[in-house]
């Protein structure tokens, strides 16, 4: 039988000291379901080492995104306090393996929501909006992986930064998107290119969790996914993200 824990334990460690492993699957077939067991199982470290949940991303909810990596599936993993950077500040470089910046709009849920909900109801359940910046960083060697890898691996989630927050009903549906890296555009899209609407995201997330017996919680950030590829960094430069309407998002890579 597969030894969930222990596969749990070798993305978690992997992630904790930026060493990259081999994909789960290329020494033992996994379902999704198996997936989503050890993602869970992984974050269970980190709550015991004192971590919180404060959200949770979805993924893969573009299509810039799905050929970036080739996988063709949405997924989601779950965000904890000690993800969230300070909007401004730093990111240590060293503390990743490979990471990547992709541009996102991030909800603040004033509500809790799970399983089959309308745009409508979603909406609702929305306090705030905000531009984001997403850092994930695969802790699988090369960057490759399966469906059932990037999952058990927390859906790649690393660290996240948080504009200033608008008012829910700032229309998020078409917002210009430019990635900069010292002050040159590297990544351009829109947030349209997140299932259409963001909004869709989070109707998304929302029947998603809730088929793994959860709830997006009110209190919560919800990540809509990145509207473009992700953007590989480099220490030493300056990244900034500004989504139209909605403001700017910056960080800087520490060497
Ligand atoms: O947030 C994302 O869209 C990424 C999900 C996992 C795939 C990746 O690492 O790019
Ligand atoms: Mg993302």
Not at 230 to 243: C, F, K, M, S
């Amino acid at each position: 039988m597969t030894d969930l824990r222990k596969l749990a334990e070798a993305v978690d460690e992997a992630a904790r000291t930026a060493v990259a492993i081999p994909q789960l699957t290329s020494s033992t077939p996994l379902t999704v379901e198996e997936a989503y067991a050890i993602q869970a199982l992984s974050m269970a470290r980190r709550y015991e080492r004192g971590e919180r949940r404060v959200g949770m991303k979805m993924g893969l909810t573009s299509r810039a995104k799905m050929l970036q990596v080739g996988v063709a599936e949405m997924v989601w993993g779950r965000l904890t306090d000690a993800m969230q950077c300070e909007e401004g500040g730093g990111l240590s470089f060293k503390s990743y393996i490979h990471p990547r910046a992709e541009p996102e709009v991030a909800f603040l849920l004033r509500r809790s929501l799970a399983g089959k909900v309308t745009a409508v109801e979603a909406l609702a359940a929305v306090e705030a909006v905000a531009p984001a910046i997403e850092i994930i960083d695969s802790r699988y060697e090369n960057f490759k992986f399966t469906w059932a890898d990037v999952v058990a691996d927390n859906s790649s989630s690393s660290s996240f930064f948080v504009g200033g927050w608008h008012p829910a009903d700032t229309d998020v549906g078409n917002l210009g998107i430019v990635v900069e890296v010292d002050g040159r555009p590297v990544q351009v899209g829109s947030s349209a290119a997140i299932l259409g609407h963001p909004l869709r995201s989070l109707v998304t997330a929302a029947r998603l969790v809730a088929l793994w017996g959860e709830r997006l919680e009110a209190g919560s950030i919800v990540l809509a996914g990145g509207a473009t590829a992700a953007q590989p960094l480099a220490a030493g430069t300056h990244v900034r993200a500004q989504v139209q309407s909605l403001g700017a998002v910056s960080f800087h890579v520490e060497v």
